[in-house]
Every structure is written in structure tokens, then in C-alpha cells.
């Protein structure tokens, strides 16, 4: 099993709708998740970060954390075709005294006009 | 201002050729990391280094070496036991008692075996 696994895709949504990412992590002590958005040809960019259960929201954006069914989602409201990217699902872990960040393999948005 | 700058944006390199990748940082970050991508996938882990003079595998470390000899610094040598090194390559930082914010990254280098 992944450790954090998520839809490759692509997900397809028409301009102005609701998306939905899913994403499910393996390790139960993991306290902190991270949701990245990386254009074509770019280095990820944090947008969305949680760490309690229930919902975060900024701007369009909301980040739900359910952490009993290890899941993790963002949502994405009034989808605009610049939101058409990779997101990347992240879990900080922590092993040995060090923290490291874990990816899931992304999932590919495409919103059309 | 501050930030991650990694050199080259793109790098070729030959068969049997070792390749050093920079990442230099000057947020005062005191861990860095170095993060694999192969096309459609995610980013996996290299190495990465919480403090100067000690840093650990990740998983995928067989074909890489890196050292950390200053806190700004932290460059990644791909040698020629890293039967397939084309992918993009990118290095991130992060104040240690600060990881619960997430990594700030660099652009990323691109390295094709040419």
C-alpha cells in the first residue's frame, strides 16, 4: 500500500463548478497534510495546509480532514480554467527524529470553459 | 529576497557522466530536501538533511550522493550508477520546528541523459 494515495485522473469539470480531490494516507500518527498545485513544467506551490478534523476554507478553497478514515480533500468552488493543474496531496511524517514530506502521485484538474 | 535558488534550469548529461545539481537557500531554513519527479508522477524522496554534516537516504537514494558542508547549501551529485536519471529534479527547505507549514520549493532542474 501507497502511502499516500490519490487519483491520478484527469479530472474533468466545466468553468464554475465544484471540484473534488480526494486523497488517503497509510499512517494513523500523521498530524499534518498539505495540499500543492503544480502548473506544467513547475515546482509545486503550497495552497492548502490542515491539521485538525473537519473543514479549512481560504478564498475558494477548503481543505477537509478526516483523520478516524485517514482522508484528506480539497474542494475547489466556481472552478476557473487557471485552476487546470497537478494537485499534489502531501503527509508531513515523522520517523527517527527527522520530518519528512510525502506526495501522493497528483491528480491532473482540467477545467473547461 | 529570500528564497531556494536551484542551478541549472537545465542540465544534459552523458552516459557514464556524474552531474552536480545546486540548491542554495537564504531563508536560514536548517533542513533541506532533494525530491525526484518522473513525468505523471510524484515527487519522491532522494535524500535530505536536517542539520550541516548529517543527512539522511530517502527512498530512492541508490545513484545520488549529497553533502552538507554549510546550512545554505545542499547539492545533489548524480553519479553513473543512476541507470536512468532523466526526470525533474527539485530541492526544498524548511525551518525545522516550523514543518507543520509546509516546504517552500525551488524551481527545479531538468536533467536529460543525452
Given at each position: ?5 490519490q ?12 471540484a ?34 473537519g ?59 | ?77 548524480v553519479?553513473s ?23 517552500t ?10
Amino acid at each position: 500500500q501507497k502511502e499516500v494515495e490519490q487519483n491520478s485522473g484527469p479530472l474533468s469539470v466545466p468553468e464554475g463548478a465544484i471540484a473534488s480531490l480526494n486523497c488517503t494516507y497509510s499512517d494513523r500518527v500523521s498530524q499534518s497534510f498539505f495540499w500543492y498545485r503544480q502548473y506544467s513544467g513547475k515546482s509545486p506551490e503550497l495552497i492548502m495546509s490542515i491539521y485538525s478534523n473537519g473543514d479549512k476554507e481560504d478564498g475558494r478553497f477548503t481543505a477537509q480532514l478526516n483523520k478516524a478514515s485517514q482522508y484528506v480533500s480539497l474542494l475547489i468552488r466556481d472552478s476557473q480554467p487557471s485552476d487546470s493543474a497537478t494537485y499534489l496531496c502531501a503527509v508531513l511524517m515523522f520517523s527517527g527524529g527527522y520530518n519528512k514530506l510525502i506526495f501522493g502521485a497528483g491528480t491532473r484538474l482540467a477545467v473547461h470553459p | 529576497d529570500g528564497g531556494i535558488t536551484q542551478s541549472p534550469k537545465y542540465l544534459f548529461r552523458k552516459e557514464g557522466q556524474n552531474v552536480t545539481l545546486s540548491c542554495e537557500q537564504n531563508l536560514n531554513h536548517d533542513a533541506m530536501y532533494w525530491y525526484r519527479q518522473d513525468p505523471g508522477q510524484g515527487l519522491r524522496l532522494i535524500y535530505y538533511s536536517q542539520i550541516v554534516n548529517d543527512f539522511q537516504k530517502g527512498d530512492i537514494a541508490e545513484g545520488y550522493s549529497v553533502s552538507r558542508e554549510k546550512k545554505e547549501s545542499f547539492p545533489l551529485t548524480v553519479t553513473s550508477a543512476q541507470k536512468n536519471p532523466t526526470a525533474f529534479y527539485l530541492c526544498a527547505s524548511i525551518a525545522r520546528d516550523r514543518a507543520n507549514y509546509g516546504y517552500t520549493f525551488g524551481s527545479g532542474t531538468r536533467l536529460t541523459v543525452v
